[in-house]
């Protein structure tokens, strides 16, 4: 039936284009020459000479979409080129001059022309100076080098042909090159200080959620150039905004050569190691003329990763946490067709996009803590030792699906769109965990990483023990399963053009829904030995089963109305409309084996041994939220963002926990406004931008309904939690100010920011502690003088004229004040208030010495002061710092060289195991062979063997230093062949 269908549209629409002729097609981006900034509104139209017909006429859209990522003015006409026919191309925009281009069409004139290699420069009214001079000017290379960076409005153009790579360099070697582009030590990518999100090719998602596919496997030489830019992702699904302008998430779009839009890139790569490391990986992309197909996979036992890690921070080659053996593979794939159509101008369209990612992974982590907890009569001090042994397999779908039906409402030609967004997610595991742990009254003695634990359960524990105090010694060992299934994000939207006008327009019904179902069991040993013979030790054998399954049916639909900007001020109005409906239930049972002897299945039906509890929730929420925009008059560049979400929310609780019995419902409602003024500074307007931003706003945030249950969870004996009725709701008070400035012509960028958050009712923690048993019960309360001070200030900018040195800077300082209850067995309630000071500076400075030689020097400083007006509390200084050179050679022999040093120190822990120092040392050298096909790499990691990570976390209640095992050094020789297939009759786009 699908075929029929297809045939007969694709019937129609050859039939239609014969009788009215050829189809053509005329692009291009219209920029203002002066400045450089995209003119978005500006007008193309063509008219027929011979007879002064209007062809057609086009407008210059800000639309950029996943299926449009290089939006621009687009004309679309049908003309019977039998003979010449004259035609004059006209390029308006109010406020400037017209551009007028000549044209001949005959029978040999190409259907898709790009005009001024889609860019088109135009020129003010009242400008005086030549428009070909300016176009030049614009053009003009820097002492003889090629501009390395641009600015298209707030897009920034990154030229790969401008920056000298060795042969073989894959993407990333480029990326690394960037001005303003940063990886920092935790993985993120920033460009100016600002967040990239994902990373896209040819303006659409690459392998989502695994986005260094991208980075390590496209060769360089097929880059044409790397745009940043925002990105609306909801506006591309759904054809509305869900952010305002100032606060869409950036992106990294790596555009290719027009010569590889077809044919197909791969590679494929072994190596060998010392302490028997191996990796082996191959990847190949496929340009199809209605699509691509790319697949990869890759095994080693590197810890390598490659991965997106979500949430904001990019994974990096290795993931420093544990040891892994990983097998990942692959496939995306992209493919669109289009038809014309007789009924209308627009054409029907299919889009479709299959991302899959299979992964195989073991994974050995052991940690060391090292934990302070602060209470009113004298800290206690705890150690921990763990070792956690796991296997996960993952599969991962990310599908789209988009469909244009061409419609003619009233004579005019419009689109009628429906949009899917499935998903499946499946995950099934076994991990093996051990764990031993002691709690002291005194401050043990750890001149080693988890000295303390070690000693403590080795043959001298007793006067280990009884020297420090111990209370006592904790042994847990469990044995685990899981499972996970979900389908998520199945979305189907439709967008009724047909009731947009020039002042409204609506995103018709948007329907999305997703599924979640987890299985989780482990059997468990746990062995508490108390010193004081007082009291029992504890000995529990568990077995434990938790199932929950989630869904969620959400229905949402908006409106928006524009006013013109020549009656007043540009304003827009949206509503939006919604319901949802979640369900939630989990159920947990617990058995106890008291008897060692019993068999599991005696264990399970003797109810005296079942811990049984089961949660089910029914969540309804009605939702209404209003949004105002108002661009004042352009003498002025302000701008005011109004709004206002809020919503009726029913919660209906079901909860079966031994004798309790609850049922509860509860009607909440939620206001959650928001105010933001944005000024820009118009005065220097152009090759200097200044912004100013206001903010404030106020989110309500319920409690739980579980948490308002009078429960006591006690499967741990030695941690205890429990739940409150008396929970009320947490408000939070936001505010920020801040500043940018940007210099485009010299690449200048200036960032500055405070903020302050107040809390209101905030979700603490009460602790509660037994001195005699070592019991720790945590209850949640409500906390009020919580408030959050914070200011940063960051900039990024070239240091000489031949932009050879760059220089960025990034400042914080934050201070939290959290206060929270502290009491100890026989003793008063006491507010545990906690000054947190925290002091970050990170400077980077970069020297293109020349065409081989690269020197990156950053250094990175952090500090934290925490103090409190406790007398027990004792005020805790650290910090660390690391300075890190990065040196990029090209050798003699065409070997290119990467080494990379790094020192850091840690202080103000007071312990010989945390207060350490080290000095890590990576090098990388490649040579690159027959034209760049045959690379033959040596990769040497931690030279020296001195990598420590540590990690540090401190809170109202105690602090906690962990220590994580790592890879070890190694030394690795690989071998790559990269290839490329290009197709005899590849031609490139006509300019």
Same mark, same amino acid.
């Given at each position: 039936?699908?075929? !029929?269908?297809?045939?007969?549209?694709v019937?129609?629409?050859?039939?239609?284009?014969?009788?009215?002729?050829?189809?053509?097609?005329i692009?291009t981006?219209?920029?203002?020459?002066?400045?450089?900034?995209?003119l978005?509104?500006?007008?193309?139209?063509?008219?027929?000479?011979?007879?002064?017909?209007?062809?057609?006429?086009?407008?210059?859209?800000?639309?950029?979409?996943?299926?449009?990522?290089?939006?621009?003015?687009?004309?679309?006409?049908?003309?019977?080129?039998s003979?010449? +026919?004259?035609?004059?191309?006209?390029?308006?925009r109010d406020g400037?001059?017209d551009?007028?281009?000549?044209?001949?069409?005959?029978?040999?004139?190409?259907?898709?022309?790009?005009?001024?290699?889609?860019?088109?420069?135009?020129?003010?009214?009242?400008?005086?100076?030549?428009?070909?001079?300016?176009?030049?000017?614009?053009?003009?290379?820097?002492?003889? $080098?090629?501009?390395?960076?641009?600015?298209?409005?707030?897009?920034?153009?990154?030229?790969?042909?401008a920056?000298?790579?060795?042969?073989?360099?894959?993407?990333?070697?480029?990326?690394?090159?960037l001005?303003?582009?940063?990886?920092?030590?935790?993985?993120?990518m920033?460009?100016?200080?600002?967040?990239?999100?994902?990373?896209?090719?040819?303006? @659409?998602e690459?392998?989502?959620?695994?986005?260094?596919?991208?980075?390590?496997?496209l060769?360089?030489?097929?880059?044409?150039?790397?745009?940043?830019?925002?990105?609306?992702?909801?506006?591309?699904?759904?054809?509305?905004?869900?952010?305002?302008?100032?606060?869409?998430?950036?992106?990294?779009?790596?555009?290719?050569?027009?010569q590889?839009?077809?044919?197909?890139?791969?590679?494929?790569?072994?190596?060998?190691?010392?302490?028997?490391?191996?990796?082996?990986r191959?990847?190949?992309?496929?340009?199809?003329y209605?699509?691509?197909?790319?697949?990869?996979?890759a095994?080693?036992n590197?810890?390598?990763e490659?991965?997106?890690?979500?949430?904001?921070?990019?994974g990096?080659? !290795?993931?420093?946490?544990?040891?892994?053996?990983?097998?990942?593979?692959?496939?995306?794939?992209?493919?669109?067709?289009?038809?014309?159509?007789?009924?209308?101008?627009?054409?029907?369209?299919?889009?479709?996009?299959?991302?899959?990612?299979? $992964?195989?992974?073991?994974?050995? +982590?052991?940690?060391?803590?090292?934990?302070?907890?602060?209470?009113?009569?004298?800290?206690?001090?705890?150690s921990?030792?763990s070792?956690s042994?796991?296997?996960?397999n993952?599969?991962?779908?990310?599908?789209? +699906?988009?469909?244009?039906?061409?419609? @003619?409402?009233?004579?005019?030609?419009?689109?009628?769109?429906?949009?899917?967004?499935?998903?499946?997610?499946?995950?099934?595991g076994?991990?093996?965990?051990?764990?031993?742990?002691?709690?002291?009254? !005194?401050?043990?003695?750890?001149?080693k990483?988890?000295?303390?634990?070690?000693?403590?359960?080795?043959?001298?524990?007793?006067?280990?023990?009884?020297?420090?105090?111990?209370?006592?010694?904790?042994?847990?060992?469990?044995?685990?399963?899981?499972?996970?299934?979900?389908?998520?994000d199945?979305?189907?939207?439709?967008?009724?053009?047909?009731?947009?006008?020039?002042?409204?327009?609506?995103?018709?019904?948007?329907?999305?829904?997703?599924?979640?179902? /987890?299985?989780?069991?482990?059997?468990?040993?746990r062995?508490v030995?108390?010193?004081?013979?007082?009291?029992?030790?504890?000995?529990?054998?568990t077995?434990?089963?938790?199932?929950?399954?989630?869904?969620?049916?959400?229905?949402?639909?908006?409106?928006?109305?524009?006013?013109?900007?020549?009656?007043?001020p540009?304003?827009?109005?949206?509503?939006k409309?919604?319901? !949802?409906?979640d369900?939630?239930?989990?159920?947990?049972?617990?058995?106890?084996?008291t008897?060692?002897?019993?068999?599991?299945?005696?264990?399970?039906?003797?109810?005296?041994?079942s811990?049984?509890?089961?949660?089910?929730?029914?969540?309804?929420?009605?939702?209404?939220?209003?949004?105002?925009?108002?661009?004042?008059?352009?003498?002025?560049g302000? &701008?005011?963002?109004?709004?206002?979400?809020?919503?009726?929310?029913?919660?209906?609780? +079901?909860y079966?926990?031994?004798?309790?019995?609850?049922?509860?419902? @509860?009607?909440?409602?939620?206001?959650?406004?928001?105010?933001?003024l944005?000024?820009?500074?118009?005065?220097?307007?152009?090759?200097?931008?200044?912004?100013?931003?206001?903010?404030?706003?106020?989110?309500?945030?319920?409690?739980?309904?579980?948490?308002?249950?009078?429960?006591?969870?006690?499967?741990?004996?030695?941690?205890?939690?429990?739940?409150?009725?008396?929970?009320?709701?947490?408000?939070?008070?936001?505010?920020?100010?801040?500043?940018?400035?940007?210099?485009r012509?010299?690449?200048?960028?200036?960032?500055?920011?405070?903020?302050?958050?107040?809390?209101?009712?905030?979700?603490?923690q009460r602790?509660?502690?037994?001195?005699?048993?070592?019991?720790?019960?945590? @209850?949640?309360?409500?906390?009020?003088?919580?408030?959050?001070?914070?200011g940063?200030?960051?900039?990024?900018?070239?240091?000489d004229?031949?932009?050879?040195?760059y220089?960025?800077?990034?400042?914080?300082?934050?201070?939290?004040? $959290?206060?929270?209850?502290?009491?100890?067995?026989?003793?008063?309630?006491?507010?545990?208030?906690?000054?947190?000071?925290?002091?970050?500076?990170?400077?980077?400075?970069?020297?293109?010495?020349s065409?081989?030689?690269?020197?990156?020097?950053?250094?990175?400083?952090?500090?934290?002061?925490?103090?409190?007006?406790?007398? /027990?509390?004792s005020?805790?200084?650290?910090?660390?710092?690391?300075?890190?050179?990065k040196?990029?050679?090209?050798?003699?022999?065409?070997?290119?060289?990467?080494? &990379?040093?790094?020192?850091?120190q840690?202080?103000?822990?007071?312990?010989?195991?945390?207060? $350490?120092?080290?000095?890590?040392?990576?090098l990388?050298?490649t040579?690159?062979?027959?034209?760049?096909? /045959?690379?033959?790499?040596?990769?040497?990691?931690?030279?020296?063997?001195?990598?420590?990570?540590?990690?540090?976390?401190?809170?109202?209640?105690?602090?906690?230093?962990?220590?994580?095992?790592?890879?070890?050094?190694?030394?690795?020789?690989?071998?790559?062949?990269?290839?490329?297939?290009?197709?005899?009759?590849?031609?490139?786009?006509?300019?």
């Amino acid at each position: 039936m699908i075929k !029929r269908l297809i045939t007969i549209i694709v019937t129609i629409a050859l039939s239609t284009a014969m009788i009215n002729g050829k189809h053509y097609r005329i692009f291009t981006h219209i920029f203002d020459v002066e400045t450089g900034e995209r003119l978005f509104g500006s007008t193309l139209q063509l008219t027929n000479m011979a007879n002064g017909e209007l062809m057609g006429n086009a407008v210059d859209h800000n639309t950029a979409n996943e299926w449009n990522p290089d939006p621009g003015c687009q004309l679309n006409f049908f003309v019977n080129p039998s003979d010449s +026919i004259p035609m004059q191309l006209t390029i308006k925009r109010d406020g400037y001059k017209d551009k007028v281009y000549d044209l001949t069409f005959n029978k040999d004139f190409p259907d898709y022309i790009d005009i001024d290699n889609k860019k088109t420069w135009i020129i003010r009214k009242d400008c005086e100076e030549d428009l070909d001079k300016l176009i030049k000017l614009q053009e003009v290379t820097v002492v003889a $080098t090629k501009v390395k960076m641009v600015m298209h409005g707030d897009t920034i153009v990154y030229d790969a042909s401008a920056f000298k790579l060795t042969e073989g360099s894959m993407l990333d070697a480029l990326v690394e090159q960037l001005p303003g582009v940063r990886l920092d030590n935790n993985g993120r990518m920033t460009i100016n200080g600002e967040f990239i999100s994902s990373l896209l090719v040819d303006g @659409k998602e690459f392998f989502k959620g695994d986005s260094n596919v991208a980075l390590r496997n496209l060769p360089s030489y097929t880059v044409k150039n790397v745009n940043v830019y925002q990105r609306d992702e909801h506006f591309e699904r759904f054809g509305v905004s869900e952010h305002s302008p100032n606060e869409l998430p950036w992106v990294m779009d790596v555009r290719l050569k027009p010569q590889y839009h077809k044919g197909f890139l791969g590679n494929v790569e072994i190596g060998y190691g010392t302490d028997n490391r191996y990796l082996g990986r191959f990847f190949g992309l496929e340009y199809t003329y209605r699509g691509r197909v790319a697949a990869y996979g890759a095994i080693n036992n590197i810890n390598n990763e490659t991965a997106f890690q979500g949430g904001g921070s990019w994974g990096g080659d !290795r993931v420093l946490t544990g040891l892994r053996r990983i097998i990942k593979a692959g496939v995306d794939c992209s493919w669109e067709k289009r038809w014309d159509v007789n009924w209308s101008d627009c054409q029907l369209r299919l889009k479709l996009n299959l991302n899959a990612i299979y $992964t195989n992974s073991d994974v050995d +982590i052991q940690n060391h803590q090292s934990s302070e907890e602060f209470l009113p009569n004298g800290s206690n001090y705890i150690s921990r030792k763990s070792a956690s042994l796991g296997k996960d397999n993952r599969v991962n779908c990310i599908g789209y +699906i988009a469909l244009d039906i061409p419609v @003619k409402i009233n004579g005019k030609s419009d689109i009628f769109e429906i949009q899917g967004h499935p998903s499946f997610n499946f995950s099934k595991g076994r991990t093996i965990d051990h764990n031993h742990s002691a709690r002291f009254e !005194r401050k043990p003695d750890e001149s080693k990483v988890g000295g303390a634990t070690d000693s403590i359960f080795g043959s001298d524990g007793i006067e280990y023990g009884n020297h420090f105090g111990v209370i006592y010694r904790n042994s847990f060992d469990a044995t685990g399963n899981n499972k996970h299934i979900s389908a998520g994000d199945w979305e189907l939207s439709f967008r009724p053009w047909w009731l947009n006008t020039s002042h409204f327009y609506t995103n018709g019904l948007m329907i999305d829904w997703s599924y979640d179902k /987890w299985n989780n069991s482990d059997v468990a040993t746990r062995t508490v030995e108390y010193s004081n013979p007082a009291v029992n030790n504890i000995f529990m054998e568990t077995s434990t089963s938790n199932a929950s399954t989630n869904w969620h049916l959400n229905l949402n639909t908006r409106q928006i109305w524009e006013f013109d900007k020549s009656k007043g001020p540009q304003a827009t109005i949206t509503l939006k409309e919604g319901w !949802r409906h979640d369900y939630k239930q989990g159920i947990r049972n617990v058995y106890e084996i008291t008897d060692p002897f019993e068999t599991m299945v005696d264990a399970i039906h003797n109810a005296i041994n079942s811990y049984y509890s089961r949660e089910t929730v029914n969540r309804e929420y009605i939702m209404l939220a209003h949004y105002n925009d108002i661009a004042f008059s352009d003498n002025s560049g302000m &701008e005011l963002n109004v709004s206002a979400t809020g919503g009726i929310n029913q919660n209906h609780l +079901i909860y079966q926990r031994a004798e309790i019995n609850a049922d509860m419902t @509860k009607i909440r409602a939620d206001v959650n406004p928001d105010l933001k003024l944005k000024f820009h500074d118009v005065r220097h307007y152009g090759e200097h931008n200044y912004f100013y931003t206001l903010r404030a706003n106020l989110n309500m945030t319920h409690p739980e309904l579980v948490d308002l249950i009078d429960y006591t969870d006690n499967l741990n004996p030695l941690m205890v939690y429990q739940g409150n009725p008396k929970l009320k709701t947490t408000y939070t008070f936001n505010s920020s100010a801040q500043f940018e400035f940007k210099n485009r012509k010299r690449n200048h960028y200036v960032r500055s920011a405070v903020g302050f958050t107040k809390y209101f009712n905030r979700k603490g923690q009460r602790l509660d502690y037994d001195s005699n048993t070592g019991v720790s019960t945590y @209850k949640p309360i409500n906390v009020d003088g919580a408030y959050l001070i914070n200011g940063g200030i960051n900039f990024t900018l070239p240091c000489d004229r031949d932009n050879r040195w760059y220089i960025s800077s990034e400042s914080n300082v934050n201070y939290r004040h $959290t206060p929270d209850w502290i009491s100890v067995t026989g003793g008063l309630s006491e507010l545990s208030t906690v000054h947190n000071i925290a002091v970050s500076q990170n400077v980077a400075l970069t020297w293109n010495a020349s065409s081989n030689y690269k020197f990156d020097l950053s250094i990175d400083g952090r500090y934290n002061n925490v103090r409190s007006q406790n007398e /027990w509390f004792s005020t805790l200084n650290v910090g660390s710092i690391a300075t890190k050179l990065k040196v990029r050679m090209n050798l003699p022999w065409k070997i290119d060289c990467n080494t &990379e040093f790094t020192f850091k120190q840690r202080m103000g822990y007071g312990e010989k195991a945390l207060d $350490t120092s080290e000095y890590i040392w990576n090098l990388s050298a490649t040579r690159a062979f027959d034209k760049g096909r /045959w690379v033959v790499r040596v990769d040497a990691f931690d030279i020296l063997g001195q990598i420590d990570n540590i990690s540090t976390q401190i809170n109202s209640l105690g602090r906690t230093e962990t220590w994580t095992n790592s890879l070890h050094r190694y030394v690795m020789l690989s071998l790559s062949y990269r290839f490329s297939i290009m197709p005899r009759n590849a031609k490139t786009n006509l300019l």
